[in-house]
């Protein structure tokens, strides 16, 4: 315990520290128990084990009573979580254990959590660092790969030491994390004396798995390897550690969602008035022809309509392999080298069947909500012998993970230390298939009838006039083969230095160098033939491939899944099968397999430079009291070279569908840079013996997504019958930039008990804004909107039924230039585009940096409580964050200033522990937040993920000292997920998943 001590003679910068507290520092004066508390003199760099706040998820005593004082020591605001010992980290996924600290709240794939935001700002705004280094992410998205976020899935837990989240800005951190820096600490074998050795064995049962058609079920157990040896030589001179982990997980979910996204209009736009201007594709009926929809929305109001409705099952199969290796050495007393290697591959296989209905915008009944923005209860449409669609996809990825790094420490005298850390890492993300990463084919029955959707339940009901499940109509349609590819490595020094001045204050300082590379490429194959008879008609297919099953079993826990309406039926089949069946009829697979010569391949390298220095002092002013005051300056140069695929003619093959032809590419580069000041500061004050105070001021920057600042310009393969889309990057894009305020106050009633609130603000400017033109490219023409078109609208009496449109075009104009017809009497055939028709509009998609301050806000509450030394105790935490960067839903078009992410969080965890049990029941909470704002004119659109709680249980026994066994139990009251946009019968999707269960031993050596 620090002593008092006189005064220091202050600097006019400690005076004006100390004003900040001399409120507390007088309530302390007159308190006759207040007295100095434990603490630090001198605040520590971004690695030292000393700001490590810990939240205990398990009932580790002994740990609980350490992070208590870690708490109260830290410089800044820093959460984090601890290993109760090596190899045995609380959850079995890091983002899980991350989304029980406060503040921190996460995105789940198939059930488990994946990608984190902390305070609001989204994955791509929090930056991970792999024992204080900089992390690659790479990621396949079924385009060229954007994002920068790291997927905490590809790293086991078990390899952990610990997770720390530092939620404010100093200077020795590198930039990147605005919503905050993660570093994850695996173990050193110096970091404890003795040898080390375990292993440790799962089984792992995962309910949904066998929620699923025979097609996708996987297996009922699937198992999990660990082991962990470390040790170190008697003289303490060398140490070794050795780690490695196999885990396979099979899984699954069954998903209803309007895959093909909403279409939202103004009131007075409608599907009629060619000639008045408000007429548009996809618009309602006027009200005075809207005999068939109740609630037609009103001329001041917005609306919504859907493109399709897609019921799919799917099966998931992963496998993960973790391994490290680290030496360590101490030539001298004062001089430590750590010599280490970190690699994670995880391999995904999904296979997926799927019924869908689309939607051709004629003939439209139904209901509405009323009021704006205004939804379909139910939206349906009149047809005869649309097409029933059925398809089967693959999806199949790797991901590789390594770092090689070296890092060395030498202590020169007992004022001045020195550390020199490099390194080598890359992330790799692609195909483990020679089809692809996501192929897809499609197939149909051209029997559906009247067709509607009722949206009102949270469940979406499909109700089908006519349709029958018939084997032998159904036949080939067309298919998608994509490719996606994304490695992004990062080569870094840091230098780092610190000089102890005297007892109170000390100078750290140091330099970075970092090159990150990203390549982000993606190639398509694309059969774009739709409708009868595309490819030999159902002749052409083998009738003992198709499985028939039923729909609602599948969504068995989401309300309105037993409706009676439901189409209730539906075709699965095995994709290799159908492949195959494909390959034959049409004689050829080259349109059934992927391209690897990648026609978008976008490369960009940021080269960077920093220097930071930060001042720390420790000071008495009627109270301990301390600072961190520091800057770092960093500057930062983009390159993009880029190879674009040029389109070349443009033909119309079915209702919606107007693919675009490619042939050749062209390269292209662009370039970028800046630079910025970045200061920071941090003071705290120990008040009384059981309170402290702290405040932070800070400035970061979040740099673009990789899609943001890729040079080259990328057009989308499919158009529509409202034109093209397609985007460009900007190289020259500045990073979002934030000043960041946080006040905290912790108050430490008994022994590891305590409560804490902290309020924390950032004003963020350069916000990167997505904007869209629209323009023409290449001179590509459409046969949309020419002549014939027209005499079809209007001479035809065809209005904007596409169908009715092509079946007027072939029956008149069978000869013309372009035109190619299917069978007599049907919408069959191509009409590809000529010089004299409309030019093809492109929404093309760009970013810039608006003007505007936005601003965000936040409060987070702490409670700890331990029973005494009855072993039991709770822990509970809760944030509410609100901002200005929030979607207007009753607003039509694209929105940029927008916060993905920004929602609130909860936890609440019981545990109990004595010698023998370990016990933990924990309850995670998330509130609705913005998951995605999608771009364009008519489909821009939010989505929103609802409420979702997830309960968990865990319970382990000591048989002895050497062996112990666990059981976990994850999504305990089998919860399912749903996500909608503007309101929520606009439905985004559904998705059922359930429970899983860990069984499992560790023994120790």
Request: charged residues 20%.
């Amino acid at each position: 315990m620090r002593q008092p001590r006189p005064a220091l003679r202050l600097t006019s910068l400690a005076a004006a520290s100390g004003l900040l507290f001399s409120g507390a520092a007088a309530l302390a004066q007159g308190n006759p128990n207040a007295g100095p508390t434990p603490s630090t003199s001198v605040p520590q760099a971004l690695n030292s084990t000393t700001q490590l706040e810990t939240v205990i998820v398990t009932g580790i005593r002994k740990s609980l009573e350490t992070s208590v004082n870690l708490k109260r020591s830290s410089s800044g605001l820093v959460d984090g979580i601890v290993a109760e010992d090596i190899g045995k980290f609380p959850d079995t996924n890091l983002a899980e254990s991350l989304s029980r600290i406060s503040g921190v709240s996460i995105d789940r794939a198939n059930g488990e959590g994946t990608r984190i935001t902390v305070r609001g700002m989204g994955p791509d705004f929090n930056l991970v660092l792999l024992n204080g280094r900089q992390m690659p992410g790479a990621s396949v998205d079924g385009s060229a790969p954007a994002s920068r976020s790291f997927d905490f899935s590809n790293l086991a837990a078990d390899g952990v030491s610990a997770l720390e989240v530092y939620k404010t800005s100093r200077a020795s951190s590198p930039t990147g994390g605005m919503g905050a820096t993660i570093n994850i600490r695996t173990p050193r074998p110096f970091d404890t004396k003795e040898t080390i050795a375990q292993v440790g064995v799962k089984l792992v049962s995962d309910q949904s798995a066998r929620r699923l058609p025979g097609e996708e079920q996987g297996k009922r157990a699937t198992p999990e390897l660990s082991g962990i040896y470390s040790t170190q030589s008697n003289d303490g001179m060398f140490g070794i550690a050795l780690m490695g982990t196999y885990q396979v997980r099979d899984s699954g979910y069954s998903q209803a969602n309007v895959s093909s996204g909403w279409k939202t209009f103004n009131g007075i736009q409608d599907n009629a008035d060619w000639g008045g201007g408000n007429a548009v594709w996809g618009g309602l009926p006027p009200a005075s022809a809207a005999t068939e929809i109740k609630n037609r929305p009103a001329v001041d109001s917005i609306y919504s309509v859907p493109q399709n409705l897609n019921y799919s099952f799917t099966g998931v199969h992963r496998e993960r392999l973790n391994g490290q290796l680290v030496l360590q050495f101490k030539p001298t007393k004062d001089l430590v080298g750590t010599l280490d290697f970190v690699m994670s591959e995880q391999k995904f296989r999904q296979r997926r069947n799927d019924i869908s209905a689309w939607f051709n915008y004629g003939g439209q009944f139904g209901e509405y909500q009323t009021g704006s923005p205004s939804s379909p209860i139910i939206y349906g449409e009149h047809m005869a012998n649309s097409d029933l669609a059925m398809g089967a996809s693959r999806i199949s990825t790797k991901n590789k993970n390594q770092q090689l790094g070296l890092n060395l420490k030498w202590k020169a005298s007992d004022a001045l230390s020195f550390e020199l850390d490099a390194h080598h890492s890359t992330a790799t993300s692609g195909a483990n298939d020679p089809l692809g990463t996501s192929v897809t084919l499609g197939t149909a029955s051209l029997n559906r009838g009247d067709t509607f959707v009722d949206f009102s339940n949270k469940f979406p009901v499909l109700g089908i006039k006519g349709a029958t499940l018939d084997p032998t109509a159904q036949e080939l349609q067309g298919s998608v083969f994509g490719n996606s590819y994304q490695k992004n490595q990062v080569s870094q020094i840091q230098t780092k230095g610190n000089w102890k001045i005297n007892e109170d204050s000390s100078l750290d300082f140091g330099l970075t160098l970092t090159d990150v590379k990203n390549r982000s490429a993606f190639a398509n194959v694309q059969r774009d033939t739709w409708g009868g008879g595309a490819a030999g008609g159902p002749a052409a297919m083998p009738d003992d491939i198709w499985k028939a099953d039923s729909i609602s079993k599948y969504f068995s826990r989401v309300p309105g899944s037993n409706d009676p309406r439901l189409f209730n039926q539906f075709f699965y089949f095995n994709f290799e099968d159908l492949r195959a069946a494909a390959i034959k009829a049409l004689g050829s697979d080259t349109l059934l397999k992927a391209s690897f010569d990648w026609n978008d391949d976008f490369r960009t390298t940021e080269k960077s430079q920093a220097v930071f220095g930060q001042y720390n002092l420790g000071w008495e002013w009627g109270v301990p009291m301390e600072a961190a005051i520091g800057a770092r300056y960093e500057r930062t140069k983009v390159n993009s070279p880029s190879t674009e695929k040029i389109p070349v003619s443009v033909a119309w093959v079915a209702n919606n569908e107007v693919p675009i032809t490619f042939s050749g590419t062209r390269s292209a580069a662009r370039d970028g840079k800046y630079g910025y000041f970045l200061p920071s500061i941090d003071l705290s004050a120990d008040v009384t013996n059981d309170t402290k105070l702290r405040v932070s001021y800070g400035q970061t920057i979040g740099r673009p997504g990789w899609n943001a600042i890729q040079g080259g310009q990328r057009l989308d393969p499919l158009a529509r019958i409202d034109g093209g889309s397609g985007s460009v990057g900007n190289p020259d894009l500045k990073p979002l930039k934030s000043s960041n305020i946080d006040f905290s106050a912790e108050h430490y009633y008994a022994k590891s008990s305590y409560v804490a609130a902290s309020y924390f603000r950032k004003s963020l400017k350069d916000y990167n804004e997505a904007v869209i033109t629209n323009t023409n490219l290449f001179d590509l023409h459409t046969p949309i909107g020419s002549a014939m078109y027209k005499q079809a609208q209007t001479a035809g009496s065809c209005g904007n039924d596409s169908d009715c449109i092509r079946k007027y075009i072939f029956a008149n104009f069978p000869t013309a230039p372009g035109v190619s017809p299917g069978a007599a009497g049907t919408s069959l055939g191509s009409i590809t585009a000529q010089p004299t028709d409309p030019l093809l509009m492109f929404n093309l998609g760009t970013y810039i940096n608006n003007t505007r301050t936005s601003k965000l806000s936040g409060i987070e509450l702490n409670a700890q409580h331990i029973f005494g030394n009855s072993g039991f105790g709770v822990s509970a935490n809760f944030t509410k964050v609100k901002s200005n960067l929030s979607y207007d839903n009753n607003k039509r078009g694209a929105q940029t200033d927008v916060l993905v992410g920004l929602g609130d969080s909860g936890n609440l965890v019981g545990f109990y522990e004595n010698d023998t049990w370990t016990t933990r029941l924990a309850y995670n909470w998330r509130g609705k937040f913005l998951a995605a704002n999608f771009g364009g004119v008519e489909g821009a659109q939010p989505l929103y993920v609802e409420p979702f709680g997830q309960l968990d249980v865990s319970v382990g026994y000591n048989v002895n000292e050497h062996l112990r066994l666990q059981f976990e139990a994850i999504n305990l009251t089998d919860e399912y997920t749903r996500t909608h946009m503007r309101n929520e019968n606009q439905m985004g999707a559904v998705t059922q998943l359930g429970r899983r269960v860990m069984i499992g031993a560790r023994y120790k050596f």
